[in-house]
């Protein structure tokens, strides 16, 4: 920790202490302007887009470089209020940038996270059924879906069946912003349960549907994202929301809860190349303001703990002979290679969330053949930072950006007809009678 840093922290301006309340529209903007301009340094505030009704959609971005991508730098975000009637995950993102920006300098955990990471928040995806919710309910209210009645958490392209629902303005905003940015890691917050939910949402016997699953090709490592959150919210992991569930320890994968079409947690891990999990963090979707800082209190360290988890794995930069940085460059471990396959950024960046191991990276350039390295992936990440590896290939490559017009994967569902998929979906005797006695004895 730099003790000028520390120092520096000790001098800047504070923001008003933000109440635990709920923060309609104009409180919430003037926090966040409030917040940029008291804390330009290390933030920065933009709208991604507008609602039906033409509220700004803001995301504030936290980091040693807020307006820009750095090289080596992971970017991460979470997102909040799809449903605008689920309004915790609202008003504890707003503590959590709170949080940040206030401890930048002061407390040597927040300052290293903010020196290694790009943090992205947005409070409310969903601001017009925030502001349509009269009479706040802990089960339903209006506000759920946006001004055109649609869900949000149902309008993205789907990977395993048609969605052919109108795309509404707000998931297009999201769409475009996924494009713009090199997201690793995600969360979207919701209520009305207490879980950590991973994907898939949707699925097919490929991915383990006959044995009530669906599972990514990086289940272990989504397991244990949702884990790491859950395990440190007392009241998640042990399902305290009273409801016969088969949450084990605060965790689900979100097929085996039930399938759900068009979410956007799939669209992340499929066409944006960002590990998404769900959060659900309260029982009722819309409690009484007097119980938030009990709510902030139990997610805090959650919150914190899960950004850090940008940093697992590998990570590294694709360079030909000549030591030119390659985008759109396959990069896949062997045996988890993904539907859509993960490439190389503009930068020739790439990625890649690991658990402690070994593994095999493949490098595959279109007219040559896969370049082949082998990684071990240490039992503790490198102070806020993943393993880096950078690629140096043995000939001159050309690799052209592909626009956004242009994707490199259509939306459409991909998982359709596939006969099957990776070693980690494939169901086991033993699964297969553990779910059987499900079946006849739950």
């Not at 504030?60 to 915790?88: Q, T």
């Not at 069946?161 to 905003?173: D, Y």
């Not at 494009?179 to 383990?208: I, K, R, W």
């Not at 690991?354 to 992936?377: F, M, W």
Request: glycine share 6%; proline share 7%; aromatic share 12%.
């Amino acid at each position: 920790m730099d003790c000028a840093r520390l120092w520096l922290g000790l001098l800047m301006p504070a923001v008003a202490t933000l109440d635990f309340s709920y923060h309609h529209q104009p409180e919430m903007e003037a926090f966040l302007k409030n917040v940029a301009q008291n804390y330009s340094s290390i933030t920065h505030l933009h709208s991604i887009g507008k609602s039906v009704q033409g509220r700004n959609l803001w995301v504030l971005v936290v980091g040693r470089s807020p307006k820009e991508h750095r090289i080596g730098i992971p970017e991460f975000k979470y997102v909040a209020n799809m449903h605008g009637d689920e309004a915790v995950g609202r008003e504890l993102l707003l503590h959590l940038i709170e949080y940040l920006v206030t401890r930048d300098g002061r407390d040597p955990e927040i300052t290293n996270l903010i020196n290694s990471t790009r943090i992205h928040i947005m409070p409310s995806m969903n601001p017009d059924g925030f502001e349509a919710v009269v009479k706040p309910d802990c089960f339903y209210n209006e506000g759920r879906d946006n001004s055109n009645f649609y869900d949000l958490n149902r309008n993205f392209p789907d990977a395993f069946e048609f969605n052919e629902v109108p795309r509404q303005p707000e998931t297009v905003a999201v769409m475009k912003w996924l494009n713009t940015e090199t997201f690793v890691l995600s969360a979207n917050l919701h209520g009305g349960a207490l879980v950590a939910s991973y994907p898939f949402d949707n699925g097919v016997p490929a991915t383990g549907t006959l044995y009530s699953r669906s599972l990514t090709p990086d289940d272990d490592v989504f397991q244990y994202l949702a884990n790491t959150y859950a395990s440190r919210n007392p009241d998640m992991k042990r399902n305290s929301c009273r409801i016969k569930t088969g949450f084990s320890n605060g965790i689900i994968n979100g097929y085996s809860w039930y399938p759900l079409k068009g979410g956007m947690q799939d669209y992340n891990y499929i066409w944006a190349q960002c590990f998404e999990i769900t959060l659900e963090l309260s029982c009722c979707k819309y409690p009484r303001k007097e119980k938030l800082p009990s709510f902030w209190k139990d997610n805090k360290d959650s919150l914190i703990e899960y950004i850090k988890q940008v940093h697992i794995g590998v990570k590294g930069r694709v360079f030909d002979q000549n030591e030119t940085p390659l985008s759109n460059v396959t990069v896949e471990v062997q045996d988890r290679k993904h539907i859509c396959p993960y490439r190389t950024n503009k930068f020739g960046e790439y990625y890649l969330l690991l658990l402690p191991g070994s593994y095999v990276i493949e490098v595959t350039v279109p007219g040559h053949d896969p370049h082949l390295i082998e990684v071990t992936i240490p039992p503790k990440s490198h102070n806020f930072s993943a393993l880096k590896k950078d690629i140096l290939l043995p000939f001159r490559g050309q690799s052209d950006h592909i626009s956004e017009s242009n994707p490199l994967c259509p939306r459409i569902p991909l998982y359709r007809e596939l006969e099957g998929h990776s070693a980690a979906t494939k169901p086991s005797l033993f699964l297969f009678l553990v779910t059987l006695f499900h079946i006849l004895f739950k």
